[in-house]
Structure formats: C-alpha cells, structure tokens
C-alpha cells in the first residue's frame, strides 16, 4: 500500500533465451492499477474479450532498490521469493545480478528457475495437496510449505 491506496500489478512476461544459464533474461511488462481499475480491466478481460481467469496469486511484497538493482521479497501463502532485477542503465545484467547474489550471500545454483505458478503446482504434487484457483492467505486452505 502506498500513499494508503491499494494497488494491483498486471504482469506480462516472456523468457528470452540467453547465454548465461544461471540467469534469467525476461521480457517484462507491467502496469500498476488501483482498486477500481482491477475492476474494470476484470470486466473488459471477461466480459469484452471473454478471457476465463485461471488463477490468482495473492502476495506481500517488500522492494529494495537502488540505481543497480531491484531487489523484491515477495511472501506468498506457500513460501517466499527473492527476486533480484537489474536496473543499471550502464552495467551488465550479469554483473550486477552476481555482485547482490555474493553481496547477500546466496548460492545462485539453490534458485528456482521457473515461475511461481509452478513452483507451487511442483510443492503441490510432491506434498499431495489438490491446488486451488485462488493462491490466498486463509487458514482454511490447505497450502503447500517450500
């Protein structure tokens, strides 16, 4: 919640095949609306275009950032997800993803390659728990532990 109004992200993203195996290398859009938008845009999806929602993830997300690097801590109902973006206008992906991988000593061979969509059909299928369409905190859904 910023300047307390609640906001949704609207995400579209495709992976680019690169060099570099440990890093991933997407194509991204994004657009923020607020709550009477998400509205609107459901309508227009459903309604206009007659798209079926499949699935919603619900999340808390916290994003550090400076002039090199965005670095998001996302808290989903089944685990939590550390992304870390470039963001230099005049470094290398590559570079600036490895230093903040050292910088918070991580082990760039433990990240999950894939989307959280399916990380959480993956934690879901090895744990024995039917997904549900609606990824939300409530204590009465059964969710999978990372």
Request: glycine residues 2%; hydrophobic residues 35%; contains cysteine.
């Amino acid at each position: 919640m910023e300047n307390n109004v609640e906001k949704s992200k609207i995400s579209w993203k495709r992976r680019i095949d690169n060099e570099n195996k440990n890093i991933n290398v997407e194509e991204e859009i994004e657009v923020e609306l607020n709550a009477n938008q998400v509205n609107n845009l459901q309508t227009l999806l459903e309604q206009v275009l007659k798209m079926k929602r499949i699935e919603s993830y619900q999340r808390y997300r916290n994003v550090f950032v400076n002039s090199d690097v965005e670095i998001v801590v996302d808290k989903y109902p089944f685990g939590i997800a550390l992304e870390i973006e470039n963001k230099s206008k005049t470094k290398k992906g590559e570079d600036v993803i490895n230093k903040w991988v050292k910088e918070l000593n991580l082990n760039i061979e433990e990240r999950y390659k894939l989307s959280w969509d399916d990380k959480y059909t993956s934690l879901c299928k090895e744990q024995c728990i039917a997904p549900v369409k609606d990824v939300i905190f409530d204590e009465n859904i059964i969710m999978p532990k990372a």
